[in-house]
């Protein structure tokens, strides 16, 4: 896996002892697998048509996102491809007048294979397995491309295998992400637990 353009800052918060048994470096390997699994899904259920990705699965309400992400076995190194990959369908009016090219990428799209390309998953490498539950009740959406208005609550509940780890690590928790500025969005965690132990994470703005 390659350095991730993102830093996350850890700060561990012990209830019991002073000794963890997750390093920094552990917990960085399952919060951004997490986050990039995420991302892709979310971005795979956004595209126009829908995208299928190895081993999720998407159960819908009546929004346009997903109610729930189910995580089957499923090979990070496997999205990159299939989020690249562009299904022919027709151009809209503006697309057509913009551009005499291919149908340019949406931003939620871009963004997640950028952090795909960051961490540069191998084959096997990371494994997801669980669910992401997500809180619509909040939010506003006005363009399938761009994240929607408001606020998104994503109710966490993971199984990250890795080669780079020596034991699967459970992530649970949640994580809430707002719509701020056009183009940026904040992310919050609320309660992230991996195998257990608390963290503390610095809410961070992503740009898209």
Known sequence: MKKKAIS???LFVFC?????AISIREADIALHSTLDGTISAVSAALSDPPLSLQGVQFEYGEAILPSKISFVRSDLSSYLESLKFSPFREKRWYESFLSQGDIPLDPIRTLAIGYLEASGYEKGEVILDGTVEIDLSDITIDDATSWPNGKVLLSISLLVGSSELGESLIVEGEIE??????GKITVYSENLRINGELMSIDAFEISY
């Open 8 to 10: 996350l800052i850890i």
């Open 177 to 182: 992400i707002r719509s701020g500025e056009v």
């Open 16 to 20: 019991c002892s002073f000794i963890s």
